[in-house]
């Protein structure tokens, strides 16, 4: 059986960021999608300098992820966390991984659309209907954490966009 997602993305974690110390927040309100859709980036800017929101998650694979960069250093105060992403939902925009790893995305290299099988979808659909590599998961999200680490130096969590670590194995 492959190894779960959970144990890379475990494993990544620890060896890529440091834990925060416990500053007493007792709610967080946490903006999402940055990097996905012109529309996100100016939601997720806004509600962090008119609002509430003071976390944001980061989607490097994403068309508009230098948007995303440029407005989150113009606000260095916004609370940054990654948001790996290994799928692309959305029927009239898709995203591709930043690396080559082609048994994580569909016969036009984009992301599959479902991490699991969705009735509402097409046969082969989802990751978990192909048969992905775990070298190339890998090898996908250490890039994501690296281009993300690499723009935005305030970054300090790790997420993971559509669920695609089970809560329970």
């Known amino acids: 059986m492959k190894k779960s997602l959970l144990a890379i993305v475990m494993t990544l974690l620890t060896s890529t960021l440091f834990a925060q110390e416990d500053k007493g927040i007792?709610?967080?309100i946490r903006a999402d999608d940055i990097g996905s859709f012109h529309a996100?980036?100016?939601?997720?800017?806004e509600s962090y300098q008119n609002g509430i929101a003071r976390s944001v998650e980061l989607m490097a694979p994403c068309a508009w992820f230098?948007?995303?960069v440029k407005m989150l250093a113009e606000n260095p105060g916004y609370d940054v966390g990654i948001l790996l992403t290994l799928t692309s939902e959305w029927s009239s925009v898709k995203w591709r991984p930043l690396t080559h790893c082609p048994s994580l995305v569909d016969k036009d290299g984009y992301f599959f659309p479902m991490v699991w099988k969705n009735d509402n979808f097409p046969p082969n659909s989802s990751i978990?209907?192909?048969?992905w590599k775990i070298e190339e998961v890998e090898q996908?999200?250490?890039a994501q954490i690296e281009m993300s680490?690499?723009?935005?130096?305030?970054?300090s969590h790790l997420s993971n966009h559509m669920r695609?670590?089970?809560?329970?194995?």
């Open 140 to 142: 996908e999200l250490r």
């Open 40 to 45: 996100a980036n100016v939601a997720c800017i």
């Open 66 to 68: 230098p948007e995303a």
């Open 164 to 169: 695609f670590i089970p809560i329970s194995q």
């Open 26 to 28: 007792s709610l967080l």
């Open 149 to 155: 680490m690499k723009y935005v130096p305030q970054i």
């Open 128 to 131: 978990s209907e192909a048969n």
